[in-house]
């Protein structure tokens, strides 16, 4: 079974700080890889994605892609008190075919930033 | 940007009811649906695939007399909750896929609607 496995947390960090979310997978065949921030009571809303090896900046997120180790990351730099949310990774495996699009996502980490 | 509209946002129905939660896709065309299930603190879970014009394929353990989903038209799908049962209560979303949409360096061919809260008593 394909798994997509997060640290649930939740992770604190103050105001200003560097946050540091984490994701494995199981399956080496995955194809793309997805954040997302969902807040309480709301649907998901993506912030970035990465396929390729290597790092992808977006204004203060960062995702890092490293296949060998089935590994993406995401940190958030100078945090702020807004970003406190649920953030969820999600792999897509499948490239083509009708069911292109399904994402498998993880149990999401709670990140509290503090003043 | 692409808007997936998910209607109603918030359902309170009775025990053996049957509640229908609507997906639309509002300036694009959705050749794929996909509707995820989510249990408080929990994450999303994949219930069902949906492509226009075909059935829809359920994942393991999601039972499809009980979540008839039908994705008539390339811009709307529907799920409907049959029999609903306290243990139904969730929070419904739905994801659409842009026709064509492949995935590139600049854009996702993904997109979310705003979510259905049920609630079964």
């Known amino acids: 079974q394909k798994e997509v496995e997060q640290n649930s947390g939740p992770l604190s960090v103050p105001e200003g700080a560097i946050a540091s979310l984490n994701c494995t997978y199981s399956d080496r065949g995955s194809q793309s890889f997805f954040w997302y921030r969902q807040y309480s009571g709301k649907s998901p809303e993506l912030i970035m994605f990465?396929?390729?090896?290597g790092d992808k900046e977006d204004g203060r997120f960062t995702a890092q892609l490293n296949k060998a180790s089935q590994y993406v990351s995401l940190l958030i730099r100078d945090s702020q008190p807004s970003d406190s949310a649920t953030y969820l990774c999600?792999?897509?495996?499948?490239?083509?075919?009708?069911?292109?699009?399904?994402?498998?996502f993880g149990q999401g980490t709670i990140l509290t930033v503090h003043p | 940007g692409a808007v997936v509209s998910q209607h109603p946002s918030r359902v309170i129905c009775k025990s053996g009811t049957s509640v229908k939660i609507e997906c639309r896709s509002l300036d694009f065309q959705a050749t794929t649906m996909f509707w995820y299930r989510q249990f408080p603190k929990q994450s999303l879970m994949l219930m069902a695939t949906s492509n226009e014009g075909s059935k829809a394929t359920y994942e393991q353990g999601v039972e499809k007399d009980k979540f008839l989903i039908n994705h008539a038209s390339l811009t709307l799908s529907t799920l409907t909750v049959t029999s609903a049962h306290p243990e139904d209560s969730s929070f419904y979303i739905c994801?659409?896929?842009?026709?064509?949409?492949?995935?590139?360096?600049?854009?996702?061919?993904?997109?979310f609607g705003n979510g259905t809260r049920l609630t079964v008593t």
């Open positions: 994801s659409a896929r842009e026709q064509g949409a492949v995935l590139s360096s600049y854009n996702s061919p993904l997109h």
């Open positions: 999600a792999v897509l495996y499948r490239a083509g075919g009708t069911s292109y699009g399904k994402l498998t």
């Open positions: 990465i396929y390729s090896n």
